[in-house]
């Protein structure tokens, strides 16, 4: 089974800056045999996925309002993704949840809450 563990949430004026970390582990688990992204859960919205890297090509991939905003990021040695989250608004603000995914599995963090205030 594989542990995921989020960090880097908090509070921020609009046009800040946040890195979210989300550092996996397991037994045997390698980073690079899996995608891994960030999903967001507003409230009293869906959950919307917000970014991801393939595991097949390693293209990453991310939501229209967020592009040219956010990174996505890993470092396999550590076995930690990232979400470099710059000039935010308040629409960003929710709970965000990373994510991997492979074999027929995905295992998700406990969420980490983004708040941007206006």
């Known amino acids: 089974e594989v542990q995921l563990m989020e960090s880097g949430g908090g509070l921020v004026q609009a046009g800040g800056s946040l890195r979210l970390s989300c550092a996996a582990s397991?037994?045997?688990?390698?980073?690079?045999?899996?995608?891994i992204g960030w999903f967001r859960q507003a409230p009293g919205k869906e959950r919307e996925a917000v970014s991801c890297i393939s595991k097949s090509d390693g293209s990453t991939h991310y939501l229209d309002s967020v592009k040219g905003r956010f990174t996505i990021s890993s470092d396999n040695a550590k076995n930690t993704v990232y979400l470099q989250m710059n000039s935010l608004k308040p629409e960003d603000t929710a709970v965000y949840y990373c994510?991997?995914?492979?074999?027929?599995?995905?295992?998700w963090g406990q969420g980490t809450q983004v708040t941007v205030s206006s």
């Open positions: 397991g037994s045997g688990f390698t980073l690079d045999e899996y995608t």
């Open positions: 994510y991997v995914q492979g074999g027929g599995y995905t295992y």
